[in-house]
């Protein structure tokens, strides 16, 4: 029986492709054979949409019912609400019911681990659950940091804003020492680079030199192009849609390097069990 490892997709920055890198990861990640859950954490259901359910406000159940059913302590069935898309990966959806939950949460018990006790009644059926946060640092965004082992950054290398990455390092280290004690950086992602400016190397030294060697920064890093833009409207991932082009072969080894690290993970953490 496989328990999943939480990766929460967070940025308060909108617009740093976090969505499109929980669906191609996901579907990434499904091409290797993994169990893969997608979990929309954004009201605006932009990774509902991307993985064809093009009217999420007609879905009949939400991650907001999910969590209604924590809050209320009602019974959630297996499999409950969960979609399915045909590349291979599973959706708890969202709409825009989901931002009247930030309002409930604030007199719910345990208000920051609504989300970790729903995820709780399905990570056994995943090897991989990844959250795509909404652009905030609200209780949201707090739920799902608190429900996850770790969390990958993608940044947009053009727009890289030293105050936003310090506050969701603060935002993130707060859970850590507050909530959930396991929560670590994976990694910054380099998104949208454009090849032509050919920056990107100077920005991740950067950010390897402020901080000090601690944030890894993903080898891989995600090129623009106008095909991934065109992707999000298409209900299909990029290996569907562009498959041979540069953004569907990052993706691909951005799933090989995440698979990597959580091998050795796994493996670290089997030592210490010995
Ligand atoms: P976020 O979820 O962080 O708001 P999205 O994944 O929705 O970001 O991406 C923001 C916009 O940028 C979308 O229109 C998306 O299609 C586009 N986009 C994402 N990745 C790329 C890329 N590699 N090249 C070009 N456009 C991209
Ligand atoms: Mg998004």
Redesign the pocket.
């Known amino acids: 029986m496989s328990k999943a490892e939480i990766t929460a997709?967070c940025?308060q920055?909108?617009?740093?492709?976090?969505?499109?890198?929980?669906?191609n990861l996901g579907v990434g990640l499904a091409d290797e054979g993994k169990k893969v859950l997608i979990v929309d954490m954004?009201p605006?259901a932009?990774?509902t949409i991307?993985l064809g359910f093009p009217r999420p406000d007609f879905l009949e159940k939400t991650v907001a019912d999910m969590m209604d059913k924590v809050i209320l302590d009602e019974p959630i069935a297996s499999k409950e609400g969960i979609l399915h898309h045909d590349e291979g990966v599973d959706l708890m959806p969202s709409n825009i019911s989901l931002s009247g939950m930030e309002v409930s949460l604030v007199n719910a018990m345990s208000r920051e681990s609504v989300l970790r006790q729903y995820l709780d009644t399905v990570k056994r059926d995943y090897d991989h659950i990844l959250i795509?946060c909404s652009?905030s640092l609200g209780m949201l965004t707090v739920n799902a940091l608190a429900a996850a082992d770790n969390v990958i950054v993608?940044v947009q290398a053009q727009y890289l804003s030293a105050k936003g990455l310090e506050q969701l390092l603060g935002t993130v280290n707060k859970v850590k020492k507050q909530i959930n004690p396991k929560l670590k950086i994976e990694g910054i992602l380099l998104?949208?680079?454009d090849s032509r400016t050919n920056n990107s190397r100077e920005i991740a030294n950067l950010i390897r030199e402020t901080y000090g060697g601690k944030l890894k920064v993903y080898e891989t890093d995600?090129?623009?192009?106008?095909?991934?833009?065109?992707?999000?409207v298409e209900g299909q991932s990029i290996y569907k849609h562009d498959p041979n082009g540069k953004?569907a072969e990052?993706y691909r080894n951005l799933t090989k390097e995440v698979i990597a690290s959580a091998e050795k993970r796994r493996k670290h953490q089997l030592s210490q069990l010995r």
């Open positions: 997709i940025n920055k909108g617009g740093t492709a976090k969505t499109t890198t929980a669906v954004d605006q932009s990774a991307c795509d652009p993608p998104t949208m680079v995600i090129p623009r192009s106008i095909r991934a833009a065109e992707m999000s953004v990052a």
